[in-house]
């Protein structure tokens, strides 16, 4: 069983930054996935960033690529993602998320997700 935590969501002016930290426990890690979803009310949850464990190979979502990085850090077992230059349609709840797969292209959709966070706010105001 894997547990995963995010903190670090809040409240934002547009153009400002704001880091997330998502907290792994529950299993070593050697090759998996992890990534970062975020879901707007009335819209379906979204694929925004992905990272393997392994090699820290990195994917993103276009409209979150050149503002946002996704980063691990395997000693602390920790994932981080840092948001810059925020927008008001980057307000959502943020999920961190497991796949056990570690081979292959990064998968995008909350389907092949195995184990989720239980999510943080960001809001960003106009």
């Not at 994932?79 to 999920?95: C, G, H, I, R």
């Amino acid at each position: 069983q894997v547990q995963l935590v995010e903190s670090g969501g809040g409240l934002v002016q547009a153009g400002g930054s704001l880091r997330l930290t998502c907290a792994a426990s529950g299993r070593a890690f050697s090759t998996e996935t992890m990534l970062w979803f975020r879901q707007a009310p009335g819209k379906a949850r979204e694929f925004v960033a992905g990272i393997r464990w392994s090699e820290a190979s990195t994917h993103y979502a276009d409209s979150v690529k050149g503002r946002f990085t996704i980063s691990r850090d395997s000693a602390k077992n920790t994932v981080d993602l840092q948001m810059n230059s925020l927008k008001p349609e980057d307000t959502a709840v943020y999920y961190c998320a497991f796949d056990t797969r570690g081979w292959g292209p990064i998968r995008t959709t909350p389907g092949t997700v195995d184990y989720w966070g239980q999510g943080t706010q960001v809001t960003v105001s106009s």
